[in-house]
């Protein structure tokens, strides 16, 4: 069974530039997270998606959007891109709302 | 919100011996526990869970106990191997909104 998968496995940017890093969930998942991990600290809560709906956000500002497929992918967009938005962005999946998650290996976005 | 604290940041042992991560949590409506595995450059990957209904949970090496009263809830993994070497995060979740707060980490380093 495929994991959850994500791409790019790194993506370069420059200040205030818009980033798009995508998200495909394990097979049969609905349900699909964003977390941000800055270097050295923990995860972030970012995002939930659910049925095509966001139904949850983290503490980030407005530039931090996205959407979910009709087949389940997602999409995690970035505007005006920070140098403190620099991170690795994790994206899991689970079943309808539920537990556990699964992760993916993660986008590295880097702003120069 | 929900706020996980976790320690210690760092733990050496050697092989063979046994190590122990400990988390502390804030909101009593928490009942579920994931700890996640992270080796560089992977994703998060899931080694045990436990959910409020069960003070303790078994897997081969690895066992996580779950104290309600006291708000906290530790990863024992017993008869460490170098391969155990990985960062690990403990997280705590309502199951209301999925917002999973996570530990900051702890960096385990098995020696040889």
């Known amino acids: 069974e495929a994991g959850v998968t994500q791409s790019p496995t790194h993506l370069i940017k420059t200040r205030g530039q818009q980033a798009t890093l995508r998200c495909s969930p394990i097979?049969?998942?609905?349900?699909v997270y964003w977390y941000q991990q800055a270097l050295g600290l923990g995860l972030q809560f970012l995002l939930w998606?659910?049925?095509?709906?966001?139904?949850n956000r983290g503490n980030f500002p407005p530039r931090f959007s996205g959407r979910q497929f009709p087949n389940y992918s997602s999409e995690l967009n970035v505007n005006a891109l920070e140098l403190e938005d620099s991170a690795l962005y994790l994206c899991?999946?689970?079943?309808?709302?539920?537990?556990?998650?699964?992760f993916g290996d993660g986008t590295r976005l880097s702003i120069l | 919100g929900e706020n996980v604290e976790q320690h210690p940041s760092t733990l050496s042992v050697q092989e063979g011996d046994s190590a122990v991560i400990k988390c502390t949590y804030s909101d009593s409506a928490s009942n579920y526990f994931p700890w996640y595995k992270q080796e560089l450059g992977k994703g998060p990957q899931l080694i045990i869970d436990?959910?409020?209904?069960?003070g303790e949970k078994k897997d081969q090496r690895i066992a996580v106990t779950l104290n309600k009263t006291a708000k906290h809830f530790s990863l024992h993994i017993t008869e460490t191997q170098p391969e155990d070497s990985a960062v690990y995060f403990c997280?705590?979740?309502?199951?209301?909104?999925?917002?999973?707060?996570f530990g900051a980490g702890t960096r385990l380093t098995v020696k040889p």
């Open positions: 436990i959910r409020s209904n069960v």
């Open positions: 998606y659910d049925e095509g709906e966001e139904r």
């Open positions: 997280a705590a979740s309502t199951g209301n909104n999925n917002d999973m707060r």
């Open positions: 899991a999946s689970s079943f309808t709302g539920g537990q556990p998650q699964h």
């Open positions: 097979s049969g998942h609905t349900s």
